[in-house]
């Protein structure tokens, strides 16, 4: 009998161990599961807010490029009779746009002015140390077969366009807005043009990271690259890999952040894990 009593109580004892470590473990997983998510609660946070202060730093350079595209018009209306006007209006305005203001011109239809010539393209541009203001409208360059040329024709605003190496103008990489130009009758004549650089959107929105292994891409909504970090911050294959899961529509997203921010997780060739989450 005590023989059997001992083994009873050698048995609870097991049992109550294992029991406490079940539960020790139940515990952790618990505990595990809430530390994680209250993790990726902040991260989503802390993306949330690096991407809207981007977007924001971005937007707000943008509205200016607008808004100095939209005062020149009134300038332009008022020496539409004064075709060398156009060379000195150009000027100032890629001289007071500011640093990121790469070029800007104008465009007139078609001997729109027979004492200058068929085509009239005045440009301005900035180099290191000056303004060069040149008439880039040949043969060689018909600007009447271009997009925003027959856009503006129509009496359409184009706006912001797409990245694109303008070997004519700026010489560099630029994104373009584009206003049509109305004579004082409002009948469309021509289009104003300027060259914004793209190299610093990159700079702005890699400038401050959440975190040390994160970085920002801008994409165009067709999913093409606008910007991206340096070398030193993304690998140019780590880059290519998230523009390539943005566009495709087979890759799981979800909802972040209060539906401001969307994601999806991912693995790299190297096993490394990630996430992505990105706004408009």
């Known amino acids: 009998m005590k023989h059997l009593t001992n083994w ?6 097991i049992i109550v161990i294992i029991l406490a470590a079940v539960l020790l473990e139940v515990i952790s997983a618990i505990q595990y599961n809430y530390t994680r998510n209250l993790l990726e609660q902040e ?3 802390n993306s949330f807010f690096g991407l809207m202060a981007s977007a924001l730093r971005i937007q707000e350079i943008t509205s200016n490029v607008e808004a100095i595209a939209k005062n020149q018009m009134w300038h332009i209306k008022e020496h539409l009779d004064e075709p060398e006007y156009m060379y ?3 000027r100032n305005m890629v001289k007071d746009g500011g640093e990121n203001i790469i070029g800007g011109g104008v465009a007139f239809k078609p001997n729109y002015y027979p004492s200058i010539g068929y085509y009239f393209e005045p440009y301005a541009y900035q180099t290191k140390d000056t303004i060069v203001v040149t008439q880039i409208g040949s043969e060689n360059h018909d600007y009447t077969k271009y997009p925003a040329y027959i856009a503006a024709m129509k009496g359409d605003t184009t706006e912001w366009s797409t990245p694109y190496m303008d070997k004519e103008g700026a010489h560099s990489i630029v994104t373009t807005y584009t206003l049509p130009i109305l004579d004082k009758s409002n009948t469309p004549i021509g289009f104003l043009a300027i060259d914004l650089k793209t190299d610093w959107i990159g700079e702005i929105v890699n400038r401050r990271h959440a975190y040390p292994s994160s970085f920002v891409l801008v994409l165009s909504p067709s999913g093409q690259l606008i910007a991206s970090p340096t070398d030193s911050i993304a690998s140019p294959e780590t880059v290519k890999m998230v523009v390539d899961m943005m566009n495709d529509s087979t890759v799981v ?6 539906r401001n921010v969307t994601g999806f997780s991912f693995v790299d060739k190297g096993g490394n894990k990630g996430h992505v989450y990105y706004a408009p």
């Open 43 to 45: 991260l989503e946070k």
């Open 8 to 13: 009873l109580r050698k048995r609870s004892t």
């Open 88 to 90: 000195e209006m150009i």
């Open 253 to 258: 997203r979800e909802e972040k952040a209060n």
